[in-house]
């Protein structure tokens, strides 16, 4: 299962800005959503039902979504500085149903568990945040939809209230973060990887932190669109790595950013670790299997292929040792970059595998003698051999 890394923020007061929705469209829906039964609200699930079955359209699925979560979880301040940690996102979404408590990834993780469920493309962003024009070095997490042909962002976090000067949580919905056009979210939200602003220009981290924006027409053309396109085709492994690439291409010595730097990289480092690992396993798998039916046929052959099988059938005994062998040749064939443990079992794998090659490569010269000598002077080519240790 995936897990996601807990991130932590400090809300100090309500931003107001353009460029959200008009809230007052929704009022309708605001409405009902606070009509859903107790018995609904106990698992995402019953959430998600409630508002597929009273609302039709995606702008309505999204709007009721998000004012419930903004209206009904609280900000948890005692984790407000919690270092960062990982956990399961249904055990996460889980939590924060059972305890109406959360930090923003909780409020994030929410919001996409019931976008998934009303089948609404939704994905979670990770950046830093400005409020009042000052940079905050803590990371931060939001969501971003598809819908309608274009990507909106959406904070539940900021939209549920704010923390006082007393680190007390202020509930107050905001709706200034309910369905923000992505030239607008910029001006609060930069996400770590440029490609999550969902802009033609983006900004630069240092842009972002200094607040001095230089003018689109001076940055080269980007297109977003093709590089999701590619990202929703990657493994988890692979968007990591490029998320990872586009950060060091932009880097900005901050704690939050490296910090998240640092994350990403072990995080790639622990995944190329264990894909090797598997590959090493599965060859180890089919290895075991070619030389479980080597010795088939080695014991049939020193009964000289007694009782009768026909040639086509000794054959295939042979081959059934052959294809899964050529097979872990070929998964160990794609580990690359090991370290010198790994290196050196690596090697002295292949080395077995050689070594039982060379000897199904023999028995199949045999076989090619056995099959082209007349059925009466077969019996003569036989003698006795050893079978191969697992």
Excluded at 234 to 251: G, H, I, V
Excluded at 294 to 321: C, G, H, V, W
Excluded at 380 to 388: I, R
Aim: hydrophobic share 40%; charged share 20%.
């Amino acid at each position: 299962m995936k897990k996601i890394f807990l991130l932590n923020l400090i809300l100090l007061v309500l931003i107001p800005f353009g460029g959200a929705q008009n809230a007052n469209d929704f009022a309708p829906v605001d409405i009902k959503m606070r009509e859903i039964p107790k018995s609904k609200v106990q698992t995402s699930t019953g959430i998600s039902d409630y508002i597929k079955a009273n609302f039709e359209t995606d702008s309505e699925r999204l709007r009721a979504a998000w004012i419930w979560i903004a209206s009904n979880i609280q900000y948890d301040v005692a984790k407000m500085n919690f270092r960062t940690q990982s956990i399961d996102p249904k055990q996460l979404v889980s939590q924060t149903l059972q305890s109406r408590k959360a930090v923003c990834i909780g409020y994030a993780q929410l919001f996409k568990d019931l976008c998934d469920q009303m089948n609404l493309k939704c994905l979670i962003v990770e950046g830093f945040t400005k409020q009042l024009g000052l940079f905050h070095d803590l990371p931060h997490a939001w969501n971003a939809v598809f819908s309608g042909g274009k990507w909106t962002l959406y904070d539940v976090t900021w939209g549920a209230g704010s923390v006082n000067s007393n680190r007390e949580f202020v509930p107050q919905v905001n709706n200034s973060f309910f369905a923000v056009e992505p030239q607008e979210m910029i001006k609060t939200h930069a996400p770590f990887d440029p490609m999550f602003q969902f802009l033609n220009a983006p900004v630069t981290n240092q842009e972002f932190v200094s607040g001095e924006i230089q003018s689109n027409s001076t940055k080269k053309f980007y297109n977003f669109s093709d590089s999701l396109a590619v990202y929703a085709k990657q493994s988890e492994k692979e968007r990591m790595e490029t998320t990872l690439n586009r950060m060091k291409r932009d880097p900005v010595p901050t704690p939050a950013f490296t910090t998240r730097l640092e994350d990403y990289s072990q995080s790639v480092a622990a995944k190329s670790y264990n894909e090797k690992v598997m590959l090493f396993n599965a060859a180890g798998k089919s290895f075991d299997e070619a030389v479980n039916h080597f010795n088939q046929f080695i014991a049939y052959r020193n009964k000289q292929f007694i009782p009768f099988k026909p040639d086509s059938e000794i054959q295939l005994m042979l081959t059934r040792a052959a294809n899964p062998l050529e097979e872990s040749l070929q998964l160990l064939q794609q580990i690359h970059n090991v370290d010198p443990p790994l290196q050196e079992s690596l090697q002295s794998f292949k080395a077995e595998i050689n070594r039982l090659q060379t000897q199904v490569d023999e028995h199949q010269h045999f076989l090619n003698n056995y099959f082209a000598t007349p059925e009466s002077q077969r019996k003569q080519l036989f003698y006795t051999v050893k079978k191969v240790k697992n």
